[in-house]
């Protein structure tokens, strides 16, 4: 298989729609000229802003996501946005479990669970978010926390949705304002038991899955994380939320990712 650099950002709830396509406007022209057969670029903006982000960006250029997403098509869910709100909207990405989902929101693996199986039904791309607390770490149960989220997480998924399944590893400990960024050796040998989860689960065709690393991921340490053999993409908060930064890391790691796999 051809190896694309996967690389994209969750803006999380910091961007108003007005600022959201001005963020988008910016990154389509700034990676406009990079050939994408070679990278994945995704950009997973708040509910809201979904449709206007869709009429702005074009769908070869920039894959737009969902920050989360009901498992039911309708009913009564006060709050919730469901599978047929988001096709709509022209969402071709579903993000489910990240850590701030888990942890503020008390999702669990068994719902996050009902989320992956209704995403990849509605034929979303589906980008299921794992990662150790620091507690877990601690403990040193990482091994098994990770384990259990991507087997609970990923119950059920029928070989045929493979080709949309993509996997973010985001130690909790290292995400946001407070994270302390893991060291690419240490990403490397969660993202190599990642895969060799997903073996045994999948078997060869597991080899299709992406799986990307997130948490604290910045200018200065992408640049080691990408040469990581088992790293596959960045998932980025707080560095790619200003589209000249965010184009500036791109720019460095895609060489090196594709210099990895030449
Ligand atoms: P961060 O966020 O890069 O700001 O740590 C990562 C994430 O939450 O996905």
């Not at 950009?43 to 737009?64: D, F, H, N, Q």
């Not at 989360?68 to 489910?96: A, D, H």
């Not at 091994?143 to 119950?155: C, F, P, S, V």
């Not at 993509?166 to 893991?182: H, K």
């Given at each position: 298989?051809?190896?694309?650099?996967y690389?994209?950002?969750?803006?999380?709830?910091?961007?108003?729609?007005?600022?959201?396509?001005?963020?988008?406007?910016?990154?389509?022209?700034?990676?406009?000229?990079?050939?994408?057969?070679?990278?994945?670029?995704?950009?997973?903006?708040?509910?809201?802003?979904?449709?206007?982000?869709?009429?702005?960006?074009?769908?070869?250029?920039?894959?737009?996501?969902?920050?989360?997403?009901?498992?039911?098509?309708?009913?009564?869910?006060?709050?919730?946005?469901?599978?047929?709100?988001?096709?709509?909207?022209?969402?071709?990405?579903?993000?489910?479990?990240?850590?701030?989902?888990?942890?503020?929101?008390?999702?669990?693996?068994?719902?996050?669970?009902?989320?992956?199986?209704?995403?990849?039904?509605?034929?979303?791309?589906?980008?299921?978010?794992?990662?150790?607390?620091?507690?877990?770490?601690?403990?040193?149960?990482?091994?098994?926390?990770?384990?259990?989220?991507?087997?609970?997480?990923?119950?059920?998924?029928?070989?045929?949705?493979?080709?949309?399944?993509?996997?973010a590893?985001?130690?909790?400990?290292?995400?946001?304002?407070?994270?302390?960024?893991?060291?690419?050796?240490?990403?490397?040998?969660?993202?190599?038991?990642?895969?060799?989860?997903?073996?045994?689960?999948?078997?060869?065709?597991?080899?299709?899955?992406?799986?990307l690393?997130?948490?604290?991921?910045?200018?200065?340490?992408?640049?080691?994380?990408?040469?990581?053999?088992?790293?596959?993409g960045?998932f980025?908060?707080?560095?790619?939320?200003?589209?000249?930064?965010?184009?500036?890391?791109?720019?460095?790691?895609?060489?090196?990712?594709?210099?990895?796999?030449?």
């Amino acid at each position: 298989m051809k190896r694309k650099l996967y690389i994209g950002t969750n803006t999380k709830m910091t961007k108003t729609i007005a600022e959201t396509v001005s963020f988008l406007n910016s990154l389509q022209a700034l990676t406009e000229d990079i050939c994408r057969d070679n990278i994945e670029l995704f950009v997973i903006p708040s509910y809201t802003t979904l449709e206007s982000a869709r009429k702005c960006v074009s769908e070869g250029l920039i894959r737009l996501g969902a920050q989360n997403m009901c498992w039911e098509q309708r009913g009564q869910f006060s709050g919730e946005i469901s599978p047929l709100m988001l096709k709509e909207t022209g969402t071709e990405i579903v993000l489910v479990g990240h850590s701030e989902r888990r942890s503020i929101f008390n999702e669990t693996d068994e719902l996050i669970n009902k989320k992956v199986l209704s995403a990849l039904r509605h034929g979303f791309t589906t980008l299921l978010c794992i990662g150790e607390t620091a507690d877990q770490k601690e403990m040193n149960i990482s091994d098994e926390a990770l384990a259990i989220q991507l087997k609970t997480g990923l119950h059920k998924v029928e070989d045929k949705d493979l080709g949309r399944l993509w996997v973010a590893y985001e130690p909790v400990w290292a995400i946001g304002t407070q994270g302390i960024p893991a060291s690419a050796s240490y990403a490397e040998d969660k993202q190599g038991k990642i895969k060799n989860e997903l073996k045994d689960l999948f078997g060869d065709a597991s080899d299709d899955i992406p799986v990307l690393y997130g948490g604290s991921v910045n200018y200065e340490n992408s640049q080691e994380l990408i040469q990581m053999q088992c790293i596959d993409g960045l998932f980025i908060g707080r560095s790619a939320w200003e589209a000249y930064n965010f184009n500036r890391i791109i720019r460095q790691t895609l060489p090196l990712f594709m210099n990895k796999n030449s």
